[in-house]
C-alpha cells in the first residue's frame, strides 16, 4: 500500500457541516476574521439545506391559525 503526502492546515475554527447553518456560520466567522474551514461528509451540491426534502419550515406563534402540532404532522408525514 502506498503512502500519500500529508498537508498540515491550521485554522481559527472548524465548521462541521455545510448546510444553511454551517455555511452561514463560516461566513460569519470568516467576516469576523478568522482563519476558518467549513468541512462535509457529502458532494458539495447534495450539502445544502435546499436538498432537504420539504425545505424550511417552522410553526410560527404569530399566526393565528398555526400550532406546532401541526407542523409536526406535516413534519412527519413529509
Known amino acids: ?3 500519500y503526502p500529508i498537508i498540515d492546515h491550521e485554522y481559527d475554527v ?3 457541516g455545510a448546510g444553511g447553518s ?3 456560520a463560516a461566513v460569519g466567522l470568516a467576516e469576523a476574521g478568522l ?3 467549513c468541512i462535509s461528509k ?7 439545506t435546499a436538498a432537504a426534502q420539504g425545505g ?4 410560527l406563534g404569530n399566526m393565528s ?5 401541526w407542523h409536526m404532522y406535516d413534519t ?3
Open 22 to 24: 454551517g455555511l452561514r
Open 42 to 48: 457529502v458532494f458539495p451540491t447534495r450539502s445544502h
Open 14 to 16: 472548524i465548521v462541521v
Open 1 to 3: 500500500m502506498s503512502t
Open 56 to 59: 424550511i419550515s417552522a410553526a
Open 65 to 69: 391559525e398555526d400550532d406546532w402540532r
Open 35 to 37: 482563519k476558518t474551514a
Open 76 to 78: 412527519v408525514k413529509g
